[in-house]
């Protein structure tokens, strides 16, 4: 079983900031890329931003510049430092494996996520 623990949303005024973090416990953690992915009404889910086991980053061209991607191997924690907040950027925010989800892992589809946590920007 795969554990995903998003927090760290909330309610910011346009222009603000906000730190997510997800907990992702279990072994597998060191080995993988780790991505936040972020659904909006009306829209697929969508990578926002992800680290390499490496930690080089990327990120989609909606939030470069704007959100920072870290993750410390330690804790078995990824986090996604995120300023200058827009409308747009309004969401479920959730963290996953971009390697491993969708696929077929050991005969099982790996399709685990966590609850997620709620950004909301107001203008």
């Known amino acids: 079983q795969v554990q995903l623990v998003e927090s760290g949303g909330g309610l910011v005024q346009t222009g603000g900031s906000l730190r997510l973090s997800c907990l992702a416990p279990?072994?597998?953690?060191?080995?993988?890329?780790m991505a936040w992915y972020r659904r909006t009404p009306g829209r697929p889910r969508e990578l926002v931003a992800r680290v390499f086991t490496t930690g080089s980053t990327s990120y989609s061209r909606s939030v470069e510049g704007r959100f920072t991607i870290s993750r410390d191997n330690a804790k078995n924690e990824v986090y996604l430092q995120m300023d200058n907040l827009k409308p747009e950027d309004t969401g479920l925010y959730y963290c996953n494996y971009p390697q491993l989800v969708g696929k077929i892992i050991g005969g099982a589809l790996f399709d685990y996520w966590g609850q997620g946590t709620q950004v909301t920007v107001s203008t």
């Open positions: 279990g072994s597998i953690f060191k080995y993988n890329d």
